[in-house]
């Protein structure tokens, strides 16, 4: 969401893990209950290969989508909820999608279509999920069907009516509660305002209810995780501020528990540090992923996301006066320094193929101000950034597509603005700057067509507990009571081991998927399988794998690797 962040402020037991392979501008009233005209086909469920999201058929599917906000709060945290000023930009969305006071849902959906795109990030909040408060009327004015609905029932709607039309849905976890994101607000971490416990409880619930629909694609898990008043986010440091831990642990649940079907998209964190010169602050964005990547139990799943705009920077939180720093924005660089910066931020992740990491990314929030955004340096970084995300082939989503006008003036960063007449102002109505870009993003030339399956490579990291990503192996009692165990994802190899520090790196390069119907798992803790005579390392337990078998996994006690 767009915002600044401003602070207030020796001798090795070893046990494998074998197994064995088997052979218009106004509305006229009666459009309320027209259907929007389909988008392109696409077979779902979504899955990945490499760094390209493809549909069941195995064909290119570029997210080119739009944040419909609102259901997560527009609320400033101050003043009563009821009075529009304390809502950010004016814009009160009534705690659902923003816009269904002015406009039927029909028509704002049709609008998405009509401006190219083919999917949704649809925010919301935990506190949503279990607000029973009634809607207003005053909130669904244009679809008084939904007055006296939960929340959750008005968001239950805007799903069906997106997906109805041929749109992807990815529900976003945005907010523990129901406000404007993103400063210190309670709302920094996915336990920020919420337990550990019901935060991945509330993902199950999210992602069960609406399994049943195939277009609902992804589960994006938390927005923007960034330092709060006394403590930063970390990656793999496995305490609980420990996002990489958190997100693996929910993407797997969702997985196994919920609905097998979804994308798991993982934001890298937003923020860390407090913004003051001279003292360590910045963006990580997707730079630890070079180091430590998430495995899920299901390959294919996984996407990266990151979040850019004009006014923050690399090291700037986008504050003017209080947590302003002297580092520059993103809108200060030349065009090569975007360049050079978003590839190590986030687009890395996608271009370097055959790697631990590598994954789609998805670019889930950008923007600019639109009619009313006269300065030269955010108008010049939009185009850039454009420029960038045509060049990367990058998956995308802007931010926001709905907001308010009163005579074409107001918020102007939407795409799409409805007043309170319920006339509406688009992005190509031909007053609108940021048309021609638009236009050529969505339209821009992208991969398309069937892509093939490509070589696996998957990182066990079994740092701080266990890390079995099969299975298999979970469905088995432990196997090696005491020690941390690691497996890879069924149907993949163990590749190799670090020298210190645990990793594996799994991968199904020599033979396709290795494990099918009928495979079994054997543990070894012996030299069972060395052939006499044939001694490979004199002194030392050797744990082999039977003739015909392969590694999938392996146990650590204390710093040892032991397999």
């Known amino acids: ?32 209950d027209e259907t929007p005209v389909a988008a392109a086909d696409w077979t779902p469920p979504l899955s990945t290969r490499g760094r390209w999201i493809v549909d069941a058929n195995g064909d290119r599917f570029k997210l080119r989508s739009g944040n419909w906000h609102g259901a997560s709060g527009t609320w400033n945290g101050s003043g009563s909820a009821d009075d529009d000023a304390n809502h950010h930009a004016g814009e009160n969305a009534h705690r659902i999608p923003l816009g269904l006071d002015r406009a039927p849902m029909s028509e704002i959906v049709a609008s998405f279509r009509e401006i190219g795109i083919n999917s949704v990030r649809l925010p919301f909040s935990n506190e949503m999920i279990h607000d029973t408060r009634p809607v207003t009327a005053d909130a669904v004015t244009a679809n008084p069907r939904l007055e006296g609905r939960t929340p959750l029932e008005v968001y239950d709607a805007a799903v069906r009516a997106l997906t109805d039309a041929g749109l992807a849905v990815i529900l ?10 993103c400063g210190v ?3 920094e971490r996915w336990n920020a305002s919420r337990s550990v416990e019901t935060w991945e409880n509330d993902w199950l619930f999210m992602a069960r209810r609406y399994r049943d629909n195939p277009r609902v694609v992804g589960a994006d898990l938390y927005n923007e995780v960034r330092r709060s008043l006394w403590d930063d986010p970390n990656w793999g440091l496995g305490d609980r501020h420990d996002w990489f831990a958190a997100s693996q642990r929910a993407g797997d649940r969702i997985l196994t528990e919920a609905d097998p079907d979804l994308l798991i998209i993982v934001e890298g964190i937003n923020w860390t540090g407090l ?4 003292l360590p602050h910045g963006r990580p964005t997707l730079e630890p992923v070079r180091d430590l990547s998430h495995t899920l139990v299901d390959s294919g799943k996984l996407v990266y996301s990151a979040h850019f705009y004009g006014y923050t920077g690399p090291r700037h939180t986008g504050a003017t006066g209080i947590g302003e ?9 030349t065009p090569a320094e975007l360049a050079d910066v978003l590839d190590r931020q986030a687009f890395y992740v996608a ?20 009619r009313e955004e006269t300065g ?18 990058a998956d995308f989503a802007y931010w926001p597509l709905v907001g308010w006008h009163e005579n074409r003036r107001g918020n102007g960063w939407a795409l799409l603005h409805w007043d309170a007449a319920g006339r509406r102002m688009a992005v190509h109505d031909g007053d609108d700057w940021r048309s021609d870009a638009w236009r050529r993003l969505v339209e821009s030339p992208a991969r398309t067509g069937h892509v093939p399956p490509v070589t696996e490579w998957a990182m066990l990291s079994p740092d701080h507990g266990d890390f079995v990503a099969s299975r298999g192996m979970r469905a088995l009692p432990d196997r090696d009571p005491g020690a941390r165990k690691a497996a890879c994802p069924d149907g993949l190899r163990l590749a190799g081991l670090s020298h210190t520090g645990n990793r594996g790196l799994c991968t199904d390069v020599r033979a396709g998927a290795l494990d099918g119907p009928g495979g079994g798992h054997e543990v070894v803790k012996d030299e069972r399988h060395v052939v006499p005579g044939r001694d490979w390392a004199s002194g030392y337990t050797k744990l082999q794998c039977a003739d015909g078998s392969f590694l999938t996994g392996y146990s650590v006690r204390g710093a040892a690797v032991s397999a």
């Open 185 to 187: 607000d309670g709302n």
């Open 325 to 333: 720093t002297s580092d520059p924005r993103y809108q200060d660089l």
């Open 376 to 393: 030269a340096a955010p108008r010049a970084w939009f185009e850039n950034f454009v420029d960038e995300l045509i060049r990367a082939d």
């Open 172 to 181: 976003n976890n945005h907010t523990n509660t129901t406000r404007w994101c």
């Open 275 to 278: 913004p003051v010169d001279g």
């Open 351 to 370: 271009d370097d193929a055959d790697r631990h990491y590598t994954a789609p990314v998805w670019i889930s929030e950008f923007g600019v101000g639109g």
């Open 1 to 32: 969401m767009r915002g600044s962040w401003v602070p207030k402020i020796a001798s090795v037991v070893l046990a494998l893990t074998l197994s064995v392979p088997v052979p218009a501008a106004a509305r006229p009233p009666d459009r309320a």
